[in-house]
């Protein structure tokens, strides 16, 4: 009974942290990276939206959230060495 319990509670938190890290990358990262490419691409990437990006051969959105995870990272990182705390 102890290991079905624990099974339960590791599948909720499972969930649980599929969705925030969902949230984060598909929502944050996006439009972090949206104006990033549209920028790069003066205009033309990514093309008019598409909310069911994930599920189609189209990739656009998931570039985008790429592109919007790298610059919160270099952003991150250059913070770090102006500030002179070091990792």
């Known amino acids: 009974m102890e290991d079905l ?7 909720i ?5 599929w969705l925030f890290v969902d949230l984060i990358f598909n929502f944050v990262f996006y439009y972090i990276g949206w104006p990033i490419c549209k920028l790069v691409s003066f205009g033309k990437y990514p093309k008019p939206v598409n909310y069911d990006y ?21 952003l ?3 913070w770090v060495n102006l500030s002179g705390t070091g990792i």
Request: net charge positive; glycine share 14%; with cysteine.
């Open 76 to 78: 991150f990182i250059g």
């Open 54 to 74: 994930l599920h189609t051969e189209n990739r656009q959105g998931l570039l985008c959230s790429f592109v919007g995870f790298f610059a919160c990272l270099l």
């Open 5 to 11: 319990a624990d099974s339960f509670f590791k599948g």
């Open 13 to 17: 938190a499972r969930a649980i942290g």
